[in-house]
């Protein structure tokens, strides 16, 4: 039997659940205060530790007090039991979602790190997130004494079951994971798929691939599909890349001049237009006579693929004023067509012979025969 329930008992309890409750506020305050000094470091470790901590300290304390309560009140060893069992479960799903936070954090930093990039690849964290739970909800299980091996018995036999209904899901999952791998695509990179779609690698998660247009539209691919199907990435060797822009000028210009005034535009957008590289060797090669002009291209370097759009608008501005200054002729495309006509017999065209009708006689049925017979 257990002793009677006193004052004091009461009195100690509430003691014990008093400073707990004023240990986990204060330390949620201190974790506050630390996670603002975290933020002013390079380092991205910190900050997810101490966010974790926030978690997982002020329940400590609180499970803390009240364990110290409960062992201070007279309660039944069967209660006791049950009590400390649910204080220690708590404290273990904390845990384990402290741990999740963490762990998910550190892998999304990880990947953020490798791709040089501000979007992260959630299908690795997503994974890592669940792995994590799913031990701490079989730990916790155990702890309250709900045998676990039934559970993973069920699971191994139904694993089957799963797979087989879920082909597309984890052929997407696992694509997912290849492309992530393989490191041929990484969020942030712009793509163009052989069906058309195109755009900025916004994630890759467990299921699909998000693109985002230059439109700012988003378009959902299935990581199988997109493992599947050729495709261009203008991030891969390299970001820098190179824009041909095609000129043509008349076939009365001195083309060392057009040359020199083009390679100085050339350097200029470079140097001033965002997006350009300073140190890239302007290239002009003439390739083509054509009707009214002499063909030539210009290679100009950019900074990425969305960079083009504004390097190749502003070189065509300067490009064009800086040829009207000089004198130098950008002639329209014309063409000469001569029209001479002749004058064509037409073949006599044979007439048909129309019958021209004689004379009708008009003949009577009552009329006497011709020649009639005398009579005798």
Sequence with gaps: ???????????????????????????????????????RTKWSGDDIIVDGLRTIVPWAALTGGAAIATSALPLTARVG??????????LIL?????????????????????????GSATIFVNITRVVVLAMGFLVMLETLGVSIAPLLTALGVGG?????????????????????????????????LSSGEEGYVVD????????????DNLVIIPNIKLSG????????PEQHMSLNVQVGVGYDSDLDHVERVTTE??????????????????????HTFGDSRIGFTVILGVGEFSDQYRIRHEFIKRLHRRYRSEGISVPAPRRIVSVHQTEVTQPEIPQPEIPIPGPRVATDAMTTPVNPTPPV
């Design 204 to 215: 890759i998660n467990w299921r699909n691939t998000v693109v985002r247009t230059l439109s």
């Design 94 to 118: 904390a845990a384990t979602v402290t741990a999740g936070r963490v762990v998910a954090g550190m892998v999304r930093a990880l990947a953020q790190s490798r791709s040089g990039v501000a």
């Design 160 to 192: 089957l079951a799963v797979a087989l209904a879920l082909q597309d899901t984890l052929a997407n999952l696992f694509a997912g994971v290849h492309i992530l791998a393989s490191r041929t695509v990484q969020p942030g990179h712009y793509i163009k």
């Design 1 to 39: 039997m257990t002793r009677a329930l006193t004052l004091h008992d009461l009195i100690v309890a509430g003691i014990a659940l008093a400073a707990g409750t004023a240990a986990a506020l204060l330390l949620r305050v201190i974790l506050r205060w630390l996670g603002v000094r975290a933020g």
């Design 81 to 90: 039991r049950n009590v400390t069992m649910t204080l220690t479960a708590v």
């Design 265 to 286: 535009v050339v350097k200029s957008v470079m140097a001033d237009v965002e997006g350009g590289l300073p140190d890239h060797e302007p290239l002009i090669r003439f």
């Design 229 to 236: 199907t050729n495709m261009t990435n203008y991030h891969r």
